[in-house]
């Protein structure tokens, strides 16, 4: 019995060993999305948003979707913010109230909120999430995350300074 504990303890040592320690910051990818982007145009048939945002922000995914199960293709990239938190970004030109529905969690509209000229529905669940959605120059553009609201406001201005080719 003892020389199987210790042949168990021999194996788990150097496994032990080997594996990197976690760390505490956030893991950046930093995607190109405005390479991505391009890449899906053909698929899309427009060209998806690829923001230009200030220091500090990073891409942390961005791909097509061709639609799966909710039949909605959609563009989504995702945002690392400088304060540590997550938004998610996601287009499409085929946008419906149901599919709203989902990306949004089924979260309730509850209220409105001003930025960069356009005005954004905000969606909540007050679970920590929330959801800005757009519908604006015949697409629908989704901004979801547990980001404070002032960094969906740098976010939501990019994306209309990108909308209107600023």
């Known amino acids: 019995m003892f020389i199987s504990v210790l042949l168990t303890v021999a194996v788990f040592v150097p496994v032990y060993l080997l594996n990197p320690g976690s760390k505490p910051e956030t893991y950046q990818r930093n995607i190109d999305v405005p390479g991505v982007a391009l890449q899906a145009e053909p698929a899309a048939g427009y060209l998806p948003l690829a923001p230009a945002l200030p220091d500090g922000w990073s891409a942390n995914y961005a791909r097509w979707n061709s639609g799966g199960s909710a039949q909605v293709p959609a563009w989504e990239a ?42 954004w529905e905000l969606r909540d669940r007050g ?40």
Request: aromatic share 4%.
């Open 78 to 119: 995702g945002y690392l913010t400088p304060g540590g938190s997550h938004i998610g970004l996601t287009q499409t030109d085929k946008g419906n109230p149901t599919w709203v529905a989902q990306v949004t969690d089924e979260a309730p509209v509850t209220g409105q909120r001003r930025i960069g000229g356009s005005d």
């Open 127 to 166: 679970t920590g999430s929330t959801s800005l959605v757009l519908e604006e120059d015949g697409y629908t553009v989704i901004l979801e995350g547990a980001a404070g609201l002032a960094e969906f406001d740098v976010l939501g201005a990019a994306v209309i300074n990108e909308l209107h080719g600023k």
